[in-house]
């Protein structure tokens, strides 16, 4: 039965109840040690550079034993790439990794899961929607509940919601997940934030049987993890939208039918 408290709260799966836990009074990086941060990105020159500083930044204050930054470029057409060799000549930490063309996020995604090194892997879009320091709360979720998997969600708790999606986007985020869910079995509120924090082991199962290239790759790295009976935890997380999506209403729409062919895919 589900748990209504004025904390956050989070979903379990598999087939758990809503259980409620409080975010942490002081910071709690200083026990996560090993860290790779996965950033997918495609034609993001213009917004790599902040979110390469804010993430540098956490990094460094956070005093890891090993730390490491993977940006994943998707054949970007614009500067991507070069922007993230410049940072890489001041920071050691920072890897450009280079897709074989534009395959899609999906394999950037996977891409940089099975590169990263770091014990825990965290990937998040390169707009930072959700603030890196949100982390903490899916850390705290994984010590809690011994989960391998914890990911970021907007709707569980959507007074976290900083900045909304444009009305539409919202509807059909609603609209997909309720196939998602039918379609799969799967409990969880918002497979589709860019905001997943996995254990290196799980993300090395998960990801190496990851089928899907474009955006429905979230769902079916979900349904694989429950199939793997990996631990996993919705977490409600700060979020604000930010305006300059690489989805594409056709990309939309594909997603819909790619979530059958995940069905069949792993039964």
């Known amino acids: 039965m589900a748990v209504q408290q004025t904390e956050d709260v989070l979903t379990c799966c598999p087939g758990s109840p809503l259980l409620a836990f409080a975010p942490p009074r002081r910071s709690i990086v200083n026990v ?12 993001e020159e213009r917004r790599l550079p902040q979110t390469l500083r804010q993430v540098l930044n956490w990094l460094e204050e956070g005093n890891f034993f090993f730390c490491e930054v993977l940006v994943v470029d998707d054949g970007s057409r614009d500067e991507t ?76 708790d959507g007074s976290l919601v900083e900045v909304h999606q444009p009305a539409l986007r919202e509807l059909s985020g609603r609209l997909f997940n309720r196939v998602m869910r039918w379609v ?54 700060r979020w604000a939208n930010v305006e300059g999506t690489k989805v594409r209403l056709s990309q939309g729409m594909k997603a819909f039918w790619d979530l059958v062919k ?3 895919d792993h039964r």
């Open 32 to 43: 996560l040690d090993s860290l790779s941060v996965v950033i997918p990105a495609y034609n």
């Open 81 to 156: 790439a070069r922007v993230v060799e410049e940072f890489a000549k001041e920071s050691s930490c920072v890897r450009l990794l280079r897709n074989p063309g534009n395959r899609g996020k999906g394999y950037s995604v996977q891409h940089g899961m099975l590169e990263a090194k770091g014990e825990w892997i965290l990937y998040t879009d390169a707009d930072l929607s959700a603030p890196i320091e949100e982390i903490e709360k899916l850390w705290l979720a994984v010590r809690e509940h011994g989960a391998a998997i914890a990911f970021g969600s907007r709707v569980v």
């Open 184 to 237: 799969t079995g799967l409990p969880f509120r918002d497979t589709q934030c860019g905001f997943k924090l996995y254990q290196a082991d799980a993300a090395r199962r998960v990801f190496s049987r990851q089928k899907q290239e474009g955006f429905s790759f979230d769902v079916e790295d979900l349904l694989i993890a429950r199939n793997l009976g990996a631990r996993t935890v919705e977490v409600p997380v």
């Open 262 to 264: 995940i069905r069949m």
